[in-house]
């Protein structure tokens, strides 16, 4: 038996795709998730996805703020690590409802650190973002870059950094690794699991995808009279699959002796417009996507893309798959469930 490893928000979108190749990897995995933004169905999927591997999957419903569920799980189970994901993710109700934010994303995190320490487990991967550089004054952004959130969103992750940073001065015992990652697109080959937005989707090809399959009539552009190539924002767009294979590259690289708090991008160091990546979606589906243009969206930056060397010196990991595979993959997940993992066509 191999290794036994805590995924939280396990079921959620970028937590399935990477619980699915801990799997595969050998590695037990337990999810604990409060499927607020994730469905059941997904942890059902993996399991199927990961055929014998499967057996060594197992779910618990837990919310992190609930620290005598996790302390009971923590008693039962001895873990080697944890990949941190759960957190609410919207930037725009980030705006609107920021306690929520706060209480959900950090005492959730402070809590879990609470009770790892108090178990001896001191080796977590936190599944940060691209949204720490705030609008970054040049590219690509590198690790090094000045952090800056332009959101509560992205300062719930900069302040779970830094509490990161401050345990690990605190006790060198700690080994953590801050994955920032840039813009998740795409989904598994099999088309068996995907992302499904609870709500109106806030991200660019969750969008694109529900106007494809009729959900929604037309893809609103926020902005093209940025100064870039066809005026539209630009965004380092990152197949899942290689996300998931990054927190793997991540998980081995907690065993090396150097590792104290290290950061790395996970991105692919190439800049997309949002109209490149219609025109890529268009060209995977078939299928005219009808645009809204709008003013842009305050607090969205103009250029972002990720400079991936210390990722794949240290971690010896690089992206593989490009716009048109994500793009290929992520049509094949809508078409195959067009209502993500409701059971039929509900509506939202």
Known sequence: MGKTILVTGGAG???????????????????????????EVAVDRVRELAGDSGKNLSFHKIDLRDKPALEKLFTSTKFEAVIHFAGLKAVG???????LYYNNNIVGTITLLEVMAAHGCKKIVFSSSATVYGWPKVVPCTEEFPLAAANPYGR???????ICRDIYRSDSEWKIILLRYF????????????EDPHGIPNNLMPFVQQVAVGRRPALTVFGNDYNTKDGTGVRDYVHVDDLAHGHIAALNKLDAASIGCEVYNLGTGKGTSVLEMVAAFEKASRKKIPLVIAGRRPGDA?????????????????????IDDMCRDQWNWASKNPYGYAPHANGD
Do not use: M
Not at 15 to 30: A, D, E, N, R, Y
Not at 93 to 99: F, G
Not at 156 to 162: A, F, M, P, S
Not at 309 to 317: F, G, M, P, S, T
């Open 302 to 322: 103009e250029v972002v893309y990720a400079s991936t060397d210390k990722a794949e010196r240290e971690l010896n990991w690089k992206a593989k798959y490009n």
């Open 156 to 162: 719930t992750k900069l302040y779970i950094e830094e």
């Open 183 to 194: 813009n998740p697109v795409g989904a598994h080959h099999s088309g068996y699991i995907g």
């Open 93 to 99: 109700e980030s705006v609107q409802k920021p306690l």
């Open 13 to 39: 979108y970028i937590g399935s795709h990477t619980v699915l190749q801990c799997l595969l990897g050998g590695f037990s995995t337990v999810i604990v998730d409060n499927l607020d933004n994730s469905s």
